[in-house]
């Protein structure tokens, strides 16, 4: 039912820092940005292979200051079968919604209190269009 891990989100208290340190160090500049309005929170960093980096600044969390990976996202083709079979187990998992990137999304956790959010991409998922965009968020 899980394809492979979509991307990990993690928290930065520098986003430029850390923007330029993956950028220019490591090669890899952002796929889309977060904003709200005008400003910005977060990017998103392409991999390849259907692989990213969510990147979102520290002060967007309420996590204790020592946490700086937030969730582990894992993608599924049939996210409304996932969530069927998740709840015949008698784990609790959010309802589906559409994201501000343009993905279906649901939420659970394992046994540990770990956060997992569940992707199924569309056709209008910015994962998969320009580099550059920007993901205007409202929460």
Known sequence: MIKQVAHTCIFARDLDAVEAFYRDVLGVPPKFVFQRGDDKIGFYLDFGGRTFVEVFRKGESRFAETDQINHICLE?????????????????????????????????????????????????????????????VDW
């Not at 996210?79 to 079979?85: G, K, M, Q, R």
């Not at 709840?87 to 990137?101: E, M």
């Not at 394992?110 to 959010?117: A, I, M, T």
């Open 76 to 136: 599924t083709e049939d996210l409304d079968a996932l969530i069927a079979h998740v709840r015949s187990k008698g784990v609790t998992i959010t309802d589906k919604k559409l994201g501000a990137d343009g993905t279906w999304q649901a939420w659970t956790a394992d046994p540990s209190g770990v956060k997992l959010e569940i992707f199924q991409y569309t056709p209008d998922s910015m994962q998969f269009g320009p580099d550059g965009a920007v993901c205007q």
